[in-house]
């Protein structure tokens, strides 16, 4: 075996280690076996969704396996000795892909309903065709969860480009349409533009810390204090994450793309984009926590929360006077998305401090609820739209008559997206007004954001109650009752079961798991700060940018 | 005539990156408006192989150029993808004529 010999050499990852990625693994072997399948087989749609469950369902299983390993706390990374770490596996991580596996099932029903809908009802019902409609949908799932499961930079804005370019793909997925051509350009040069500027924030981050690790980079900072021009590359390289998650002034391609891009690709972006957007955000506010002085955290979460409640007012505002129900939905989808960064807003205190743990929680359980009740009410509104061929607010007059099992679970997930009781969405949005509120005992700042919250809530209601309106009281005799398959009354009815559960008697089971799995988040690799503090001394650190020739190695 | 400084680099890197906002926010051609991006993108390379040999990190800087590039060509593919797709309906890939979704 001489032939093997240079490679003895070289640093492989324990089988242990390999288990914790075996979702990301998952993903990676299902996207080439659809490739190679279709070769084999034909471009089947059928074989496109059954790999596709099957890679959900290895990565549910994966999960629950990696949760297993991780319980203990400590988090596992794939690491080469003395480097930094690349990919870390911790239970927040896990309980991200294991949201991303859910929902992914959940597009697949949604879509394998569609698909059965178009064959029988013969309307004109856009199939996204061919097996690369999966091949992109799983090659997005699977830049979401490395979004997530990274403390460096470089594969951070790796893993953001994976998520968003099969994105920018699946919004023009149905070639027929011109509303898709039309929001696949926005949604692409939008992306492109704020990937360049994610990646120039990167090159000056790199140039003025010597690493692209951010542990290392926190260390630096908390050392050394932070640059001007390091305040400057930091925001444009939040400029790329804000684009994920639809901040304002970053959201403008959300109401279009989720407008022209098919039904199941806008609800697949309503929630797993943000969802990755998100906990990127939480990974890079959570690593200027502990050590690192308030001069520096306190400016960070003031930004974020200035833009969390811009982004909420501004979604809310602009939902008010949509027609288009998908539209409504994407801006109040901007909303949520500001509920959820007011969270991430909360400084985070000394390493063994308890307030950012039901912070975390409360943005876990809420992404959670907030999956349930998006679903539901975008799979409502695929079902009217493909029946009566319009999403307007005009397709769901009468619908409390014409199909009482799909108005009254739209009307709970509405009422669950404004946010009221006995509903899920009132005990995740009150737990994440608990969060601000105890946070707002340090930094009485926060109960600013907790006042646009409330005030958000009582706007939104206006929003969402004129389409309760519009199926219950609005009614024409002449319109007839809808025919609606029985995979979107189940996915639609599930939903509205599920928020009812889970509002009321299921509330604490919530609570205990979200705990469980925002534990780990807030602690840093002790490892990888002491390697890059090494690595700090020997570069002599982040001062003087300007280095002559005299410094060249 | 001093010889060529870190600072010679990062200039460059600037005034790319100038160039390429610009194009970004001026051109109304989606073609054009890749052209930005893609200027950006070299910025970075650019800021990113120049800290990487002035500041001795290693090999790091020259990997993430290598990466970036790799970024860029990944998306000039989809982008310029969809824009044939969108030149399919309208004949043209001024991006004010796509109008139909707006509000």
């Given at each position: 075996m001489t032939m093997f010999a240079p490679l003895a050499g070289i640093w492989m990852p324990s089988p242990q280690d390999l288990r914790l990625f075996g979702a990301e693994l998952s993903l990676v072997a299902a996207i080439v076996a659809l490739l190679v399948l279709s070769m084999l087989f034909g471009r089947s749609e059928r074989l496109g969704a059954g790999v596709a469950l099957a890679a959900a369902v290895a990565v549910i299983f994966f999960c629950r396996d990696a949760a297993g390993l991780v319980d203990t706390g400590a988090r596992a990374a794939l690491t080469p000795p003395g480097a930094a770490s690349m990919l870390v596996a911790d239970r927040f991580t896990v309980f991200f892909k294991l949201l991303l596996a859910l929902f992914l099932a959940t597009i697949i029903w949604l879509w394998m309903t569609g698909a059965a809908a178009g064959r029988t009802g013969g309307e004109v019902r856009p199939v996204p065709a061919g097996p690369e409609f999966f091949v992109l949908l799983l090659t997005s799932m699977l830049g979401m969860s490395l979004m997530v499961a990274t403390p460096n930079l470089l594969v951070m804005m790796i893993a953001v480009e994976t998520a968003s370019l099969p994105s920018y793909m699946l919004a023009a997925s149905d070639r027929r349409s011109r509303a898709g051509a039309e929001a696949a350009l926005k949604y692409v040069l939008f992306g492109a533009t704020t990937a360049a500027v994610m990646a120039y924030g990167l090159s000056l981050l790199f140039g003025l810390f010597?690493?692209?690790d951010l542990p290392a980079i926190a260390a630096a900072v908390s050392v050394k204090g932070m640059p001007a021009l390091g305040w400057i590359a930091m925001a444009a390289f939040l400029v790329g994450v804000a684009f994920k998650i639809s901040a304002v002034p970053l959201h403008f391609w959300c109401p279009d793309v989720f407008e022209g891009a098919p039904v199941e690709v806008a609800t697949w972006l309503s929630v797993a984009s943000k969802a990755a957007g998100l906990g990127l955000l939480l990974r890079i506010v959570a690593a200027f926590g502990?050590?690192?002085?308030a001069t520096i955290a306190l400016p960070l979460a003031w930004g974020v929360g200035l833009v969390a409640a811009a982004t909420c007012t501004l979604g809310n505002l602009a939902a008010l006077?949509?027609?288009s129900v998908k539209r409504m939905l994407a801006y109040s989808s901007i909303a949520h998305a500001g509920y959820m960064m007011m969270a991430a807003a909360i400084p985070p205190a000394?390493?063994?401090?308890?307030?950012?743990r039901p912070a975390m929680a409360a943005i876990v359980s809420y992404l959670f609820v907030y999956l349930l009740m998006n679903l539901g009410a975008f799979g409502v509104t695929a079902m009217v739209a493909w029946s009566q061929g319009s999403d307007r607010l005009?397709?769901?007059?009468g619908l409390g008559r014409r199909a009482p099992w799909l108005a009254v679970p739209m009307s709970i997930c509405l009422f669950s997206l404004v946010g009221l009781p006995p509903l899920a969405g009132f005990a995740a949005k009150w737990w994440l007004l608990a969060a601000l509120g105890q946070g707002a005992d340090r930094h009485s700042w926060l109960w600013w954001l907790v006042f646009v919250a409330v005030i958000n809530t009582a706007v939104s209601l206006y929003y969402y109650v004129r389409v309760i309106r519009q199926m219950f009281l609005a009614d024409d005799e002449r319109l007839e009752r809808l025919a609606v398959p029985v995979g979107g009354l189940a996915l639609a009815n599930g939903c509205a079961v599920l928020l009812l559960l889970l509002g009321t008697v299921a509330f604490g089971l919530m609570r205990d798991r979200s705990l469980a799995y925002a534990a780990?988040?807030?602690?840093?690799?002790p490892e990888s700060v002491v390697a890059a503090q090494d690595r700090l001394a020997w570069n002599g650190g982040p001062e003087g940018m300007v280095v002559n020739g005299a410094d060249r190695p | 005539m001093g010889s060529i400084t870190l600072m010679h680099y990062l200039v460059l890197g600037a005034l790319l990156f100038c160039c390429g906002l610009l194009t970004m926010v001026v051109k109304r051609n989606a073609v054009g408006i890749l052209i930005g991006v893609e200027l950006v993108l070299n910025a970075a390379n650019v800021n990113l192989v120049a800290f990487g040999r002035y500041r001795g990190a290693g090999i790091d800087g020259q990997a993430a150029a290598l990466f970036v590039i790799v970024l860029a060509a990944a998306e000039a593919a989809v982008a310029i993808a969809i824009f044939m797709n969108f030149y399919r309906h309208l004949t043209t890939v001024d991006v004010d004529r796509g109008d139909l979704l707006r509000g």
């Open positions: 010597g690493t692209l502990g050590d690192v002085p006077r949509q027609e000394a390493a063994g401090d308890a307030t950012v005009a397709a769901f007059t780990c988040l807030a602690r840093a690799a | -």
